[in-house]
C-alpha cells in the first residue's frame, strides 16, 4: 500500500465483530482462503485449497448484528455517492451497487474509463467554454526542513465552463469535501497565471483591481486526484489535508501547465481571460449596487427613527438628575 487512505485493519476488525455473519475468501499465490465469522468470532478453521493462479483478489460479505446496529436505515444515496466517487479516481474500475429491497433486485454500475478527465466530461456537459485539459505527473514533497521526502502523484482535468461551476478534491482516493493543501494550491495557481496573462496583455482598464479566484471558479470545472506516501490530515474525519509539500509540489504544476497551454492555444487563453474579466466585472458591478441600494435604505431608516435634539438632551438632563 504504496498510497493507501487506510490499510483495512481497524475496518476489518470492527465490521467482523459488529456482524451476524462474515465471509472471508482470498485468492492469491495460486490459493484460496475461507474464514467464517459469527458475532466476532472465527468458526472453525482456516480453508486453503488449489485455485487459478490468474484470479486474484479478496471478497468480503457481512450481515449487520441487529443486537449492534439499531438503526440501519442508511439511505441508498449514501452507498451510491461513495461508490460514484470511487469510480471517479479509479479509473477502469467498475463499482456495482445491488439493491435487493421489497421492490425486487436493482443494480446500478459506475465506471470511468479515464477517470476525472471524463468525469470533468459529464460535468461540463454539451458545451464547455474550452476542451478538457488533463494533466498529471509525479513529485517529491516534503512539508518541514527536518522531515524526510514522500512521493507526490498529481492528476488534473479541468475546462471552463460559464455555464456551471464546480471544484472537487481528492487525496489517495478520498473526497476532500474541504480541500485544504489542494484547494489552496488551485486558488493560488489559476489566480496567480490568469492574471499574469491580462497583465502581460493588457486587458486591465486602468487602475482596475485584480481578479479573484471567485471570478475563476464562476466559470471552472475542475477535479484534481493526488496520492502521497505520506498524508496530514487536518481531523479524523479526513475531508483536508494539510500538507505543505503536496500544495507546493501542485503549484508548481499548475502553474508550469497553464503557462504552457495559454502560449500553445491563444483562442483558449482569449477565452478564458475575456470570461473571468466579464466574471469580475459583473461582481464588482452588482456589489456597488447592492452598496448604493444599502446606503439609500440605511439613509431612509435614519430620518425615520431621528430623536429631536431638545428631547434628547432633556433626558439627558433627567438621567443626571438622578445620578
Given at each position: 500500500?504504496?498510497?493507501?487512505?487506510?490499510?483495512?485493519?481497524?475496518?476489518?476488525?470492527?465490521?467482523?465483530?459488529?456482524?451476524?455473519?462474515?465471509?472471508?475468501?482470498?485468492?492469491?499465490?495460486?490459493?484460496?482462503?475461507?474464514?467464517?465469522?459469527?458475532?466476532?468470532?472465527?468458526?472453525?478453521?482456516?480453508?486453503?485449497?488449489?485455485?487459478?493462479?490468474?484470479?486474484?483478489?479478496?471478497?468480503?460479505?457481512?450481515?449487520?448484528?441487529?443486537?449492534?446496529?439499531?438503526?440501519?436505515?442508511?439511505?441508498?444515496?449514501?452507498?451510491?455517492?461513495?461508490?460514484?466517487?470511487?469510480?471517479?479516481?479509479?479509473?477502469?474500475?467498475?463499482?456495482?451497487?445491488?439493491?435487493?429491497?421489497?421492490?425486487?433486485?436493482?443494480?446500478?454500475?459506475?465506471?470511468?474509463?479515464?477517470?476525472?478527465?471524463?468525469?470533468?466530461?459529464?460535468?461540463?456537459?454539451?458545451?464547455?467554454?474550452?476542451?478538457?485539459?488533463?494533466?498529471?505527473?509525479?513529485?517529491?514533497?516534503?512539508?518541514?526542513?527536518?522531515?524526510?521526502?514522500?512521493?507526490?502523484?498529481?492528476?488534473?482535468?479541468?475546462?471552463?465552463?460559464?455555464?456551471?461551476?464546480?471544484?472537487?478534491?481528492?487525496?489517495?482516493?478520498?473526497?476532500?469535501?474541504?480541500?485544504g493543501a489542494p484547494d489552496k494550491a488551485v486558488r493560488n495557481a489559476f489566480v496567480y497565471q490568469i492574471d499574469a496573462y491580462l497583465?502581460?496583455?493588457?486587458?486591465?482598464?486602468?487602475?482596475?483591481?485584480?481578479?479573484?479566484?471567485?471570478?475563476?471558479?464562476?466559470?471552472?470545472?475542475?477535479?484534481?486526484?493526488?496520492?502521497?506516501?505520506?498524508?496530514?490530515?487536518?481531523?479524523?474525519?479526513?475531508?483536508?489535508?494539510?500538507?505543505?509539500?503536496?500544495?507546493?509540489?501542485?503549484?508548481?504544476?499548475?502553474?508550469?501547465?497553464?503557462?504552457?497551454?495559454?502560449?500553445?492555444?491563444?483562442?483558449?487563453?482569449?477565452?478564458?481571460?475575456?470570461?473571468?474579466?466579464?466574471?469580475?466585472?459583473?461582481?464588482?458591478?452588482?456589489?456597488?449596487?447592492?452598496?448604493?441600494?444599502?446606503?439609500?435604505?440605511?439613509?431612509?431608516?435614519?430620518?425615520?427613527?431621528?430623536?429631536?435634539?431638545?428631547?434628547?438632551?432633556?433626558?439627558?438632563?433627567?438621567?443626571?438628575?438622578?445620578?
Amino acid at each position: 500500500y504504496e498510497y493507501s487512505l487506510g490499510l483495512n485493519g481497524l475496518g476489518s476488525c470492527a465490521t467482523q465483530y459488529a456482524s451476524a455473519f462474515m465471509d472471508v475468501t482470498v485468492r492469491r499465490d495460486g490459493k484460496r482462503y475461507d474464514l467464517h465469522f459469527e458475532k466476532g468470532s472465527l468458526v472453525g478453521e482456516m480453508q486453503v485449497a488449489p485455485a487459478d493462479r490468474k484470479k486474484t483478489g479478496t471478497t468480503i460479505t457481512w450481515l449487520p448484528d441487529l443486537e449492534v446496529f439499531t438503526q440501519i436505515d442508511i439511505p441508498t444515496e449514501y452507498f451510491t455517492d461513495v461508490l460514484h466517487r470511487q469510480a471517479v479516481v479509479n479509473a477502469g474500475i467498475v463499482f456495482r451497487f445491488r439493491d435487493q429491497g421489497e421492490k425486487g433486485f436493482a443494480e446500478t454500475v459506475f465506471a470511468y474509463e479515464n477517470g476525472i478527465a471524463d468525469y470533468v466530461a459529464e460535468l461540463a456537459g454539451d458545451h464547455p467554454h474550452t476542451p478538457i485539459q488533463f494533466w498529471s505527473g509525479e513529485r517529491t514533497g516534503r512539508d518541514r526542513p527536518d522531515k524526510p521526502d514522500y512521493k507526490v502523484k498529481l492528476s488534473c482535468a479541468f475546462c471552463f465552463c460559464p455555464a456551471s461551476h464546480i471544484v472537487e478534491h481528492y487525496h489517495n482516493s478520498s473526497w476532500l469535501e474541504h480541500g485544504g493543501a489542494p484547494d489552496k494550491a488551485v486558488r493560488n495557481a489559476f489566480v496567480y497565471q490568469i492574471d499574469a496573462y491580462l497583465k502581460q496583455n493588457n486587458k486591465y482598464n486602468k487602475n482596475e483591481s485584480k481578479i479573484t479566484f471567485q471570478d475563476v471558479e464562476d466559470c471552472l470545472v475542475i477535479v484534481i486526484s493526488s496520492f502521497s506516501t505520506q498524508t496530514s490530515y487536518e481531523n479524523q474525519t479526513k475531508k483536508a489535508i494539510t500538507n505543505k509539500g503536496i500544495q507546493e509540489a501542485m503549484v508548481e504544476m499548475l502553474r508550469h501547465n497553464l503557462e504552457v497551454y495559454f502560449i500553445e492555444n491563444p483562442l483558449d487563453a482569449e477565452k478564458i481571460a475575456g470570461q473571468v474579466l466579464v466574471n469580475k466585472r459583473s461582481r464588482e458591478s452588482a456589489e456597488k449596487q447592492r452598496l448604493n441600494i444599502k446606503k439609500k435604505l440605511s439613509g431612509n431608516i435614519d430620518i425615520s427613527n431621528r430623536v429631536p435634539v431638545s428631547y434628547t438632551h432633556l433626558r439627558a438632563h433627567e438621567t443626571l438628575s438622578d445620578l
